[in-house]
């Protein structure tokens, strides 16, 4: 593994635990968390200023010891995948490059979320990630989000991306259809799901009300929609 040490990232944290988010909820998977984001969010659970730097080198070694620990039975090793998440992982695409190849080279299946902005970033690494779980972040709740910058995202990874949009009594209905438009604008087929901003607890961050309303409006425009709250905060696990 010759992997060059200049594209280090700073990484929160690298852990086995179960999807708690979105299509693939329950899926056991090793989570990659990157510190820092390039968008501030009111509901966002992630602190930014942990972690430390690492190698691509010293990531990949983390990384397959927890799938050898998890994902390892009489001596194979069974449908490993490995989610990038944070904060925002495109940020460190020079990173990516040198990791996602490795593990697609170890048969593991990449899944990549993330907030759906930087769509040059993820052009670059495109052709090692399997599933892209990309968020489309509405104003008031995100600051800095772009419906265009989004649009141009969706474009780019349609046949592998579902989308999510977080939901709170805050989300401007407005901002919410316009951001339904410009997924069937794409393509009615792209799954949505619809997350309820989701406390410790497991109590909503919307009223129930609002929720079927929008909804509502999402079944109106496109043929998959969802609503799942965040499941590892009900399970109470990372
Ligand atoms: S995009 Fe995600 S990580 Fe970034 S501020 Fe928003 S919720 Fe937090």
Avoid at 33 to 47: A, H, I, K, M, V
Avoid at 83 to 109: I, M, N, Q, Y
Avoid at 200 to 210: E, M, S, T, V
Wanted: hydrophobic share 40%.
């Amino acid at each position: 593994m010759k992997l060059k040490p200049e594209s280090s990232a700073k990484i929160s944290e690298i852990f086995f635990s179960f999807q708690g988010e979105g299509l693939f909820a329950g899926k056991p998977q090793v989570f990659v968390r990157f510190s820092g984001c390039n968008l501030s969010c009111s509901y966002c659970d992630t602190y930014h200023k942990s972690g430390k730097d690492m190698t691509p080198r010293a990531a990949l070694l983390e990384i397959l010891g927890l799938i050898r620990n998890h994902f390892k039975s009489n001596n194979k090793i069974f449908k490993p995948s490995v989610a990038f998440t944070g904060g925002e992982p495109l940020l460190r695409a020079d990173f990516l490059s040198a990791v996602l190849p490795e593990l697609k080279k170890a048969g593991v299946k990449v899944y990549l979320e993330t907030n759906g902005i930087l769509f040059k970033e993820y052009a670059r690494v495109s052709g090692y990630v399997d599933v892209v779980a990309m968020d489309i972040k509405l104003m008031p709740d995100c600051k800095n989000s772009s419906l265009a910058l989004h649009r141009q995202f969706l474009k780019a990874c349609r046949k592998k991306a579902f989308v999510k949009i977080v939901l709170t009594d805050k989300t401007a209905r407005a901002e919410f259809v316009k951001a339904l438009s410009l997924i069937a604008g794409i393509s009615k087929k792209v799954s949505l799901v619809l997350q309820p901003a989701t406390g410790q607890n497991g109590r909503l961050g919307i009223k129930p009300a609002r929720l079927y309303e929008f909804t509502r409006l999402a079944r109106e425009k496109l043929n998959n929609v969802y609503v799942l709250p965040q499941m590892h905060k009900i399970w109470n696990i990372r």
